[in-house]
């Protein structure tokens, strides 16, 4: 008989007893009998953990769902229900003497989310090292699937596994390997792990036995003082070949590099731009950054104190005083606060977004279990020239921003896939034309941890045939076009009533949700295209 039949009998038939002429003690104790079922298959779960409270007593469900506590005495009871994979939950029962307490239970599945984080994210064999290791840490709820793609690498680089899984909490070890005979000069590639539906780059370079350096970096000591946010170094190129550098190290969230890596012509230079934040630092404060070439690592010390100076941009800070205003319909900073800094298109938090730091202060980050969002219920964009600027880091496949129409329909939707970039102007094409190749930039990853900056301008030609001519900049540089032909001017004169950051979007065959992305430094110019130099302007500023 099963636990769940026995169940079954003890709630659906009345208790038969026995009295004899002598006089039989009272049963002064209960039990409770239950089951428990998923909630949307009602389907019998087995190996749940059910916790009895205040007792501390705890038993595992049969493959039928059922459990049971016996010879309780009589009071009030909660039982908690844990299982990998699903949301806890309780339920409280009263036990009564020589009464059986029956409950029927219905668990959820939980959101699975994987927080992957890997450590270290660069790998520099220089001109001696053999193998060197990486550790992968799953910070989510939900067990995840990962995978390596070495590329065309795999002549010469290896690794000890190119895929596994990893549960919620636990941390795996790679090892790399290389064979130099495979490479004839200094090399440094990007690979990517998969996990999760998201890419995690990993920088790796190597050199040949013999190499030498031809990297010298001036400064190798970097003082902000009281008050500096911002410092700069000049790497130099010394060879006679071209040199690729990078950081492979920036032990903090304080300072930012930009760029943080790069490619010096011979004899030439390159200028990096060192900025602190100085909200995120105490009173004394010292760290380092290692820069490398791919055969030696340079370290550059850098230090501060203290004494609550000025952010970039701000009311202390004249030299900080905003640029590109021409145009500038909107501004947002994120100062703990979702308001224009004009004062007329004020936002709001939905589900919890949260500020963290930024470029220049604060920036906003958004969840992607939470789906949280910053909605403008504004139209920010009512013409067809416009452009949008802003800061992000820790882009990954998932929606970016968009608006929606007084029809109910999106329009200027911008998200990420496999990726790159999308962006979408026409109701049309958000709804059938998704997975469109030609609606997709071309561009290099920047779905990593450090800030870009992005601007998108869009024209629409409706002199020879009607379309969008959208133009993406990364880090003040021309990356990608796209021309989104329509078949008709019909539908396209609905322009946006409100304008999201983060959140979802549901189109007419698919939804897209935010990843856990943070942006800062949001600008919208509704009524004209920005110049190159403009742009330049507004990423060395840091706005």
Partial sequence: MTKFFKLFLLLTFTTITFSACTEDPEDSTGNIYGVVFDKITNDPLDGVMVRLIPTGESTN?????????????????????????????????????????????????????????????????????????????????????????????????????????????????????????????????????????????????????????????????????TDLTSQTITIRNIGKKSLSWSTTGIIDNAITVTPDKGTVAPGGNSVVILSLDRSLISDSYISTIVFTDG???????????????????????????????????????????????????????????????????????????????????YALINSKAFSISF????????????????????????SMDAGYLRFICSQYDNEYQYNSESLRFTHPKINDSNWHHFVITSDYNSTTYYSWNSVLYIDGK??????????????????????????????????????????????IYDTRVLTPQEIKEIYNAQQ
Wanted: negative net charge.
């Fill in 61 to 225: 469900t049969y493959a039928d769902g059922s459990f049971e506590f016996l010879d309780l005495q009589p009071g009030d009871y909660t039982l908690q229900f844990s299982k990998n994979g699903y949301a806890q939950t309780s339920h409280t029962v009263e036990i009564v003497a020589g009464g059986n307490s029956g409950a029927s239970i219905y668990m959820e599945k939980a959101n699975q989310v994987a927080e992957i984080v890997i450590n270290p994210s660069s790998l520099n064999f220089g001109t001696s090292q053999t193998q060197l290791n990486i550790t992968i840490t799953n910070n989510g709820n939900a067990t995840a699937e990962w995978s390596l793609d070495l590329g065309d690498n795999d002549s010469w680089l290896k690794a000890s596994q190119l895929g596994g899984s990893i549960q919620a909490g636990r941390t795996q070890s790679v090892t790399f390997s290389v064979d130099r005979n495979f490479i004839a000069t200094t090399t440094s590639v990007v690979i990517n792990l998969h996990a999760f539906g998201n890419s995690y780059p990993i920088s790796v370079s190597c050199a040949p036995s013999n190499a030498t350096s031809s990297m010298l970096i001036d400064p190798t000591t970097v003082n902000f003082g």
């Fill in 478 to 523: 021309r990356a990608s076009t796209i021309t989104e032909k329509l078949s008709s001017n019909a539908g396209e004169s609905n322009y946006p009533n409100e304008f999201v950051i983060g959140g979802s979007c549901n189109n007419y065959n698919y939804t897209l949700t935010c990843s856990n992305f943070s942006m800062d430094n949001l600008r």
């Fill in 391 to 414: 800061w992000a880091k820790d882009l990954a496949d998932g929606l970016i921003f968009y608006s929606k129409c007084s029809d109910n329909h999106n329009r200027f939707v911008l």
């Fill in 295 to 377: 055969v030696s690592e340079e370290t550059v010390i850098v230090s501060a104190n203290n004494s609550g100076g000025n952010i970039p941009g701000g009311d202390d800070n004249p030299s900080g005083s905003l640029v590109v205003t021409n145009g500038l319909t909107a501004y947002y900073k994120f100062n703990d606060s979702f308001d224009d800094l004009n004062g007329i298109y004020d936002g709001f938090g939905i589900n919890d977004p949260t500020f963290v730091s930024g470029v220049s202060g604060q920036a906003v980050q958004f969840s992607k279990v939470k789906e949280s969002a910053d909605q403008i219920p």
